[in-house]
């Protein structure tokens, strides 16, 4: 939320931030809603909350930042003489984390076609059209169950499935999330050139989730077995990072359907 950052240049107004989070590198990035001037001084300032009631950074359970110390991070830059524009990335497809669910969720028997589909989640070619935006049954605890939301007052209440343009609101990727100890990691590539996890080089992939952060999103809103559940695997090919990776950008561009077969 934007009572979480301050972004300003010398006595200049504060500079509104787009802030994004990447649930499965878990990075949080912030853009700026206008261009930022060119070889200016800016000054980020992360707001930390010191009172149950304060505003400030904050995680989806109500968390505060645990960053050394009482003082908020600062950091400043200068920008560029000239500021360069960012080149379009090509479509995302659906196709190959595609493949990799029917693979382990449809053919498995959990997630096929019909109505003997687990939880009415279908996961075959062609079935992903009825899980955009349509609520998880595993988040139907609100007041209206079966309309999805993307900013409750507690997080993960109707949540959907899917969620065209906001992969961080779409309950499949939690529930693979939590499982990610099955991941193959190996030739994994952050799109990052930061480095994503304590002691990885800049393009290094986060490491797994460590069992006290599958615990809290469990005690929050993910429940049930994670995806897919263990032992199902078989002779599939494991699901990597960078299946992940590719079915949240697919959300993020808006679920473009024309890209799945």
């Not at 984390?97 to 009415?120: N, Y």
């Not at 139907?140 to 939301?149: E, N």
Request: glycine share 10%; charged share 15%.
């Amino acid at each position: 939320m934007r009572q979480s950052f301050l972004l300003s240049s010398g006595g200049g107004p504060a500079v509104f931030l787009i802030p994004r989070w990447d649930l499965v590198e878990r990075v949080l990035s912030l853009t700026p809603a206008s261009p930022l001037a060119p070889q200016t001084l800016y000054r980020l300032e992360l707001l930390i909350p010191l009172e149950e009631a304060d505003s400030g950074l904050r995680a989806f359970d109500g968390a505060a930042y645990a960053g050394e110390g009482e003082v908020p991070p600062v950091l400043e830059f200068r920008t560029a003489a000239v500021m360069a524009g960012r080149s379009s990335p090509p479509p995302p497809t659906c196709q190959p984390w595609q493949e990799r669910f029917v693979q382990h969720c449809a053919m498995a028997g959990c997630h096929g076609e019909g109505p003997e589909a687990s939880l009415g989640l279908s996961l075959v070619p062609g079935a992903l059209p009825q899980s955009l935006g349509r609520v998880a049954h595993q988040t139907q605890r609100g007041a209206s169950s079966t309309t999805p939301l993307r900013a409750p007052s507690r997080f993960g209440i109707q949540m959907p499935l899917l969620d065209a343009g906001h992969p961080e609101n779409s309950y499949l990727l939690y529930k693979l999330l939590i499982g990610d100890e099955q991941l193959q990691r190996s030739g994994c590539v952050s799109p990052y050139q930061v480095p994503v996890s304590e002691g990885a080089p800049p393009g290094g992939c986060a490491e797994p989730l460590a069992s006290a952060e599958r615990e809290r999103l469990r005690d929050w809103f993910v429940q049930g077995a994670p995806m897919p559940p263990p032992g199902s695997d078989g002779a599939s090919p494991p699901l990597s990072p960078g299946d992940l990776r590719e079915l949240a950008a697919w959300l993020e561009a808006g679920a473009p359907l024309e890209t799945c077969p």
